[in-house]
């Protein structure tokens, strides 16, 4: 079993390599159990097998400390990641280690404001996310701004729901969904090596301030 532990504050680079993995795996094969999620219930999904044979990714996000040592006594064909939003005591774990100070991460969001408000610093602010992030990262991002645009999750916070209402008031439906398609076709010309990616960084920019 390939055993993975993810921690420390800086939540947007460990989220980084966390997408980063999961991209490695059919999403079919990928499951995800979030904060409070039951040790037993963890355990008999790590025990059980794939009926087609296939390596499988299983995400624990935030347990209790305790379960760290339990998880990683587990021996199962698959790939499983601990992940922490803060930093944890890794002196029983028995996995591969990345750890993610705060220093001085740089946030998405401000880009996605500028997109979602149409706004020309979105260039500028492009440049300081190169430095940190890959371009597969910020497509990610981008189309999770126009999931969210087109729908925002019920359970978002208020001030994020207000921000969205108004952020959606600058596209219609069609252009939202449009927008998406744009944004898949560009990450498909990155990975067929149709596109370079300074120029599709640009592009995708571009796309939001036509």
């Known amino acids: ?6 921690h420390g504050p800086a939540i947007n680079s460990s989220r980084q390599k966390l997408l980063q993995l999961k991209q490695k795996f ?3 094969a990928v499951v995800v159990f979030e904060k ?9 999904n790590l025990q059980s097998q794939s009926l087609f044979g296939e390596e499988r990714l299983v995400i624990v996000e935030n ?5 760290i040592s339990t998880l990683s006594l587990v021996t199962s064909h698959l790939s499983l990641v601990i992940w922490f939003d803060h930093e944890v005591d890794t002196k ?5 280690i ?28 492009l440049d300081k996310l190169k430095q940190n992030y890959d371009s597969q990262y910020l497509i990610t991002m981008i189309l999770y701004l126009l999931r969210n645009l087109n729908c925002t999750p019920k359970n978002a916070k208020d001030f994020v729901k207000k921000k969205n ?18 944004v898949l076709n560009t990450d498909f010309k990155i990975k067929s090596g149709l596109l370079e990616i300074a120029q599709a960084e640009f592009l995708l920019v571009n796309l939001f301030l036509d």
């Not at 029983?92 to 591969?96: H, K």
């Not at 959606?168 to 998406?180: G, I, M, P, T, V």
């Open 36 to 44: 409070g999620a039951e040790l037993t219930e963890i355990l008999t």
């Open 165 to 182: 209402e108004r952020m959606r008031k600058n596209f219609s439906a069609d252009e939202l969904a449009n927008l998406y398609q744009l």
């Open 63 to 67: 347990p209790p400390d305790d379960y």
């Open 1 to 6: 079993m390939n055993l993975l532990l993810l």
């Open 92 to 96: 029983n774990f028995q996995g591969e």
């Open 26 to 28: 059919d999403p079919e």
């Open 98 to 125: 990345f750890f993610f100070p705060e220093a001085k991460e740089i946030s998405v969001f401000p880009f996605l404001d500028f997109l979602g408000n149409r706004d020309k610093r979105a260039y500028l602010e």
